[in-house]
Antibody, heavy 121, light 104 residues
Framework: EVQLVESGGGLVQPGRSLRLSCAAS????????MNWVRQVPGKGLEWVSA????????GYADSVMGRFTVSRDNAKSSLYLQMNSLRPEDTALYYC??????????????WGQGTLVTVSS | EIVLTQSPGTLSLSPGERATLSCRAS???????LAWYQQKPGQAPRVLIY???SRATGIPDRFSGSGSGTDFTLTISRLEPEDFAVYYC?????FGQGTKVEIK
C-alpha cells in the first residue's frame, strides 16, 4: 500500500524557516516524480513545487520561487521542502503527492494527509 | 500562465440526480494533463479522472470525464450520498478553484 506521511509543520514567525518532510513507503520511491501542494483551510488547492525522480529538474509556483527549495533522498525514500522567509500567506496544509507521468496518464495519484504550517507572530 | 475556471461554484442537487461540472482553460491545453479530484472534509484529495476521460483505479463508473481544448466536463450520472464533496480540475501545475456539490 502506498503511504505518504508528511511531518515538520508547526507555528513559525514571519521571516523564519521550516523544513517539511514526506516519508514514502509501499512503492519504489526513486521511480516517481513528487509534488508539494498546499491548501489554506477552507480554500482551494495550490500547486507549490515538483521534483523529478532523480532531482535533476525542479519547479516552483511563482508565489514561493526563491524562498522554497524542494529536494529528495531516494536512499531514504523521503521528500523535503525547505521553506525560508516565511510569510503569513504561506499558512496552509501542505500535502506531498506522487506524480504519475507516462503517456496520457499524468496525475497525482497518491496523497499524504498533510502537515499544517502556520506563519504568525 | 494557464488559468482554470470551474463552474458553477456550488451545485445543489439531490441524491440520484445528475451532476455536470465544468472546467474551462484560459488557453488550449493537452487532454493528457487534465485530471479531476474529489475532496471530502478533513481528507486529502483523491484522483477520479486523468487524461480528461480515464477513470482512476477503483472509481465507480458513474463518474465520467470528457472534453478537449479549453472545455472539460466531469459528470456524475447519479449522485450517491458519498459524492457530496468538492471537486477540482487540474492541468499540470494549475488547479481550478473547485466546485462544491452539496445536498439540496
Amino acid at each position: 500500500e502506498v503511504q505518504l506521511v508528511e511531518s515538520g509543520g508547526g507555528l513559525v514567525q514571519p521571516g523564519r524557516s521550516l523544513r517539511l518532510s514526506c516519508a514514502a513507503s509501499g512503492f519504489t520511491f526513486r521511480d516517481y516524480a513528487m509534488n508539494w501542494v498546499r491548501q489554506v483551510p477552507g480554500k482551494g488547492l495550490e500547486w507549490v513545487s515538483a521534483i523529478t525522480w532523480n532531482g535533476g529538474s525542479v519547479g516552483y509556483a511563482d508565489s514561493v520561487m526563491g524562498r522554497f527549495t524542494v529536494s529528495r533522498d531516494n536512499a531514504k525514500s523521503s521528500l523535503y521542502l525547505q521553506m525560508n522567509s516565511l510569510r503569513p500567506e504561506d499558512t496552509a496544509l501542505y500535502y506531498c503527492a506522487r506524480e504519475i507521468s507516462f503517456g496520457s496518464a499524468w496525475h497525482l495519484d497518491s496523497w499524504g494527509q498533510g502537515t499544517l504550517v502556520t506563519v504568525s507572530s | 500562465e494557464i488559468v482554470l475556471t470551474q463552474s458553477p461554484g456550488t451545485l445543489s442537487l439531490s441524491p440520484g440526480e445528475r451532476a455536470t461540472l465544468s472546467c474551462r482553460a484560459s488557453q488550449s491545453v493537452s487532454s493528457s494533463y487534465l485530471a479531476w479530484y474529489q475532496q471530502k472534509p478533513g481528507q486529502a484529495p483523491r484522483v477520479l479522472i486523468y487524461g480528461a476521460s480515464s477513470r482512476a483505479t477503483g472509481i465507480p463508473d458513474r463518474f465520467s470525464g470528457s472534453g478537449s481544448g479549453t472545455d472539460f466536463t466531469l459528470t456524475i450520472s447519479r449522485l450517491e450520498p458519498e459524492d457530496f464533496a468538492v471537486y477540482y480540475c487540474q492541468q499540470l501545475r494549475t488547479f481550478g478553484q473547485g466546485t462544491k456539490v452539496e445536498i439540496k
